[in-house]
């Protein structure tokens, strides 16, 4: 099966910093990546989607600004969200997808804004 | 307005009892999945279902699709502490071809 790493796993900001998630394909090339953002005791919820070398597609709701998302490659994509605030704390999976849309799941980044 | 509704949203079983996790929606779907997730991780897919009526068993995991292709449901046999987990379903949807999933069943099996 595919591999999929994130970094960092778990990370713990102060409330107006800046943080950013790496998800790598290690094993294939994503051409399409999508990040879901998931509270306590909910499903995953689409937030994003980009591909290589083009501007991300946000869903309803999700603030392009706040979130910066870069598919710079198409083993390499970041999340960045910038001036956390508590409200943001959550947990973060990556899903980077081949050609024919097969998508895989990232191990997620649990982020905890203080 | 949820794409896909699951039923129960939360169950709390016995070891050795059954179980069965319910996967709505008025929609029409090409194919259906299901995913368990563990708590601190990703989704792992669990099985696809593809055609109306279709079955599909995982040990002792029994998978249905609806002959209308709108509903799946999972029965756990037996069930076990290692059962544990955030029961998903999840269909292809959007523009991008994405993953939307649904509300999902958290399944708790106590010793």
């Known amino acids: 099966g595919a591999v999929v790493s994130q970094h960092p796993s778990r990370v713990i900001c102060k409330s107006g910093t800046s943080v950013k998630i790496e998800c790598r394909s290690l094993d294939f090339q994503a051409t399409t990546m999508f990040w879901y953002r998931q509270f306590p005791k909910q499903s995953l919820m689409l937030m994003a989607t980009s591909n290589e070398g083009s501007k991300a597609t946000y869903e309803q709701g999700v603030e392009k600004d706040k979130f910066l998302i870069n598919h710079a490659s198409l083993t390499l994509s970041t999340l960045t969200v910038t001036s956390a605030h508590p409200e943001d704390s959550s947990f973060y999976i990556c899903s980077p997808a081949r050609v024919n849309n097969e998508q895989f799941f990232g191990p997620g980044t649990r982020l905890t804004v203080l | 307005t949820q794409l896909l509704e699951q039923s129960p949203q939360f169950l709390s079983i016995q070891e050795g009892e059954n179980l069965t996790v319910y996967c709505n929606s008025s929609?029409?779907?090409?194919?259906l999945q299901w995913y368990r997730q563990e708590p601190g991780e990703g989704p792992v897919l669990l099985v696809t279902?593809?055609?109306?009526?279709e079955v599909k068993k995982l040990k002792r995991l029994t998978f249905q699709f609806g002959d209308a292709r709108k509903d799946s449901s999972l029965h756990i046999t037996a069930a076990q502490p290692g059962d544990t987990g955030l029961y998903l379903c999840a269909v292809i949807s959007g523009s991008a071809r994405q993953l939307t999933f649904g509300s999902g069943t958290q399944l708790t099996v106590l010793p």
């Open positions: 929609s029409v779907f090409s194919s």
């Open positions: 279902v593809v055609t109306g009526g």
